[in-house]
């Protein structure tokens, strides 16, 4: 016993203990190594079906490579390509940052004024968040076909409510004025009620009680603890909340895709949908490598951005 006890707390613990870093003793490093053979098929999945793809795209995005010849480097002639000769580049990059700009505001903000009244202790609470989690739940491709119907400028419903008003009746998808609204109004149905909102409330309830307590001997109002005691204790929900949807916007793609193919006039153009054409339907696979990598840097940039300034107003109530 005392033996082997010195030869797990001893100096000199083995090769295991050399070669796994974090461990001190053999009995640790016996662990460690059973918990990585264990993983390895993981390990295995990620290296070569994500890894690999990974860094296959970013050697193709110097190339000019179309399926059916070589890869051939052509250094940064697909930058040139993207910058300078490509129509439909800036267009598309400019629409997708347009959708963003309007979408996650509302939709953060949105999701968290939903969870609140979700989270109020009243009858039929959880019929209500049902009901409001269901279209999250609908298929992106059904979801777009469902408002292709709804949104139809002679047979969909919404045009004769408001023609009954005596409103306007816009075209929508078949508008280059409005089919972007019509994105927007659809993608908001589906994420308003969605992840976010079951986010929010797992925050709103972690709220200590005592806090609201403590702030309504003191004479706070409804606004005062919502103010100094709920945004402050979920500020990290709404950061990451936040985080999620800026990725999500910036990705935006069935839902033009589906229902105005990025019409009419380019008017719905992303530049997730301008990857796609490039890559799959002219098939310059090379460029559009360059493309989704230059989409994941402004990705990277924006989250960076978000993280820097987070330490200004997020509170984190173990730190």
Known sequence: MGREQSLETGTKTGWMVRLLPGVK?????????WAYIFISPWLLGLIIFFGGPIIASLLLAFTDYNLLKTPQFIGLGNFQRAFGEDNLFWPALGKTFYFSAIYVPIVVVGSLLLAIFLNQRVAGTNIFRTLFFLPHLTPAVSLAILWLWLLHPQLGPVNHILGKLGLPQPGWHTSPIWAMPAIIIMTLWAGLGGNRMLIYLAGLQGVPQELYEASQIDGAGA????????LPMISPVIFFNFILAVIGSLQVFTQAFVSTRGGPAYATWFFALHIYHQAFKYYRLGYG???AWFLAVILIIFTYIQMRFSERWVYYAGA
Do not use: G, S
């Not at 606004?223 to 709920?230: D, G, H, N, P, Q």
């Open 25 to 33: 003793t053999r009995k640790q490093a016996r662990e460690a190594l």
């Open 223 to 230: 606004w005062a603890k919502f103010r100094y005691v709920t």
């Open 289 to 291: 490598c360059l493309l």
